[in-house]
C-alpha cells in the first residue's frame, strides 16, 4: 500500500520560510518522479513542482518559482520542499503526490501551511 506522510508545515510570517518533508512507503520511491501540489480554502489542487526521479531536472509552477525548492533523498524515501519569501496567498494544504497528471495519481494527508502576520 502505498504512503506518503508529509509533515513540516505550520504558521509562519509573511517573507519567512518552511521547510516540508514527505516520507513515502510502500512503493519503489527511487523510481519515480514526485511533486508537490497544494490546496487553499475554496480552491482546486494546484500543481507546484516536480522533481525526476534521479533528483534532476526538477520543475516549477510561476507561482513559486525562485522561492520554493523541490529536492529528494532516495536513501530516505523522502521528498522535501525548502520554500523562502512565503507570501499571505501561499496559504494553503500541502501534499506529497505520486504520479502527478495521471490517472493513478496519489497523495498524503497533507500539512497546513499559514503564511500570517
Known amino acids: 500500500e502505498v504512503q506518503l506522510v508529509e509533515s513540516g508545515g505550520g504558521l509562519v510570517q509573511p517573507g519567512g520560510s518552511l521547510r516540508l518533508s514527505c516520507t513515502a512507503s510502500?512503493?519503489?520511491?527511487?523510481?519515480?518522479?514526485m511533486s508537490w501540489v497544494r490546496q487553499a480554502p475554496g480552491k482546486g489542487l494546484e500543481w507546484i513542482s516536480t522533481?525526476?526521479?534521479?533528483?534532476?531536472?526538477?520543475y516549477d509552477a510561476d507561482s513559486v518559482n525562485g522561492r520554493f525548492t523541490i529536492s529528494r533523498d532516495n536513501a530516505k524515501n523522502t521528498l522535501y520542499l525548502q520554500m523562502r519569501s512565503l507570501k499571505t496567498e501561499d496559504t494553503a494544504m500541502y501534499y506529497c503526490?505520486?504520479?502527478?497528471?495521471?490517472?493513478?495519481?496519489?497523495r498524503g494527508q497533507g500539512t497546513q501551511v499559514t503564511v500570517s502576520s
Open positions: 522533481i525526476n526521479w534521479r533528483g534532476a531536472p526538477t
Open positions: 510502500g512503493f519503489q520511491f527511487s523510481l519515480y518522479d
Open positions: 503526490a505520486k504520479d502527478w497528471g495521471s490517472s493513478r495519481f496519489q
